[in-house]
C-alpha cells in the first residue's frame, strides 16, 4: 500500500508537470531564451552534453529483447528498495561533509542520499506539501536550502551512475523544482529533462520495476514528457499488469485502447510480452 501510494504521488507530479509544460509552450513559443537560472547537471557538464542519456521515440527499439543474455530480475522487486528511503538520523549540517566526501569520490548511494537531504530541506524552506514534517525541518537547521541547484546535481550525478531510485524519482523530484521560469528561460534545460527522464525511467523499467512501467504508461499516453504514442503507452501498462497481476483489474484497453485498433492492440501486447522478457523472462 504504501509503495502504491507514492507510485500515486509521482503520477501526479507527473500530471501538475504536463499542465505547467503545456501552458509555458503555449505562451512561449517564440520567445527569446534568456540565461537558465539553474542547473541540473553534475559540475562539468554541460546540459547538451554527448554524452546524457539519448532516447528515441521507437517501442521496436528501446523494448525488443537484447541480442545477448541480459541478467534476469525479480519481477516488482526493485521496487521495493526504490520506494523506501529512511533519511539519516541527527542534524543535517554534520552529515553533509561525510556524504560530500564520499558522493565525491563516486558512491552513488551518498550521492542519491546527499541529494535527497538537499532537495528536502529546499522544498521545506520553501512550505511545499511534498517537503519534510517539523521534525524533519528542525534538522534542516542551518543548511542552505534558498536553492536546488546542488541539490538537482547530486541527483543527476547519482541517476548518470545507473542508481535505481535516483533514476525513478528523477522525474518527479525535478518536477517539483521546475519554476514556469525556468522553463521559459532555458528550453534546452526543459528538453533535457525529458530526455533524461524517459531515458532513466526506462533503464529501470528494464530491471523491471511496476513503478517505471506505470510512470512510462502515462509518459507516453499524455505525451508532454515524449511524443504521444498510444500503442507503447497501452504496452507498459499491460507489461506492468504482468509484474502485478493485481493491476489487471483495469484492463489497459479501457485506459488507453479506446482508439486503438485490434492490430493495434495485438502489437502492443508483443510489445509488452518484450518488455517483461526482457527484464523478468
Not at 231 to 247: G, H, Q
Request: aromatic content about 6%.
Amino acid at each position: 500500500m504504501k509503495q502504491t501510494n507514492i507510485m500515486t504521488k509521482i503520477a501526479a507530479g507527473l500530471v501538475i508537470l504536463i499542465a505547467v509544460v503545456a501552458a509555458v509552450i503555449n505562451i512561449n513559443k517564440n520567445k527569446t531564451v534568456d540565461k537558465p537560472t539553474i542547473n541540473i547537471q553534475p559540475k562539468g557538464q554541460s546540459s547538451l552534453s554527448s554524452d546524457k542519456p539519448q532516447h528515441r521515440n521507437s517501442e521496436v527499439s528501446d523494448t525488443s529483447p537484447s541480442s545477448s543474455a541480459a541478467p534476469r530480475h525479480i519481477p516488482g522487486a526493485i521496487d521495493s528498495q526504490i520506494y523506501h528511503f529512511d533519511p539519516p538520523k541527527g542534524q543535517y549540517k554534520l552529515l553533509l561533509p561525510g556524504l560530500v566526501d564520499s558522493a565525491s569520490k563516486g558512491d552513488a548511494s551518498s550521492a542519491y542520499t546527499l541529494s535527497r537531504l538537499l532537495l528536502d530541506c529546499y522544498l521545506t524552506a520553501q512550505h511545499k506539501p511534498s517537503g519534510l514534517g517539523s521534525e524533519e525541518a528542525d534538522r534542516c537547521d542551518g543548511v542552505r536550502a534558498d536553492s536546488p541547484k546542488d541539490g538537482l546535481r547530486w541527483l543527476t550525478r547519482a541517476a548518470d551512475q545507473g542508481f535505481a531510485p535516483a533514476r525513478i524519482l528523477y522525474p518527479d523530484l525535478v518536477s517539483q523544482i521546475m519554476t514556469p521560469s525556468d522553463m521559459i528561460r532555458d528550453p534546452a534545460m526543459v528538453q533535457d529533462y525529458k530526455d533524461r527522464a524517459i531515458s532513466y525511467l526506462t533503464s529501470v523499467a528494464n530491471e523491471g520495476s511496476e513503478g517505471a512501467m506505470l510512470s512510462l504508461s502515462n509518459a507516453y499516453y499524455n505525451g508532454i514528457l515524449v511524443n504521444k504514442d498510444m500503442v507503447t503507452a497501452y504496452a507498459y501498462r499491460y507489461a506492468a499488469d504482468m509484474i502485478n497481476p493485481s493491476n489487471s483489474n483495469d484492463d489497459p484497453a479501457d485506459i488507453y485502447g479506446g482508439n486503438l485498433s485490434e492490430e493495434e492492440k495485438n502489437r502492443a501486447k508483443q510489445i509488452a510480452r518484450d518488455i517483461y522478457n526482457k527484464c523478468c523472462g
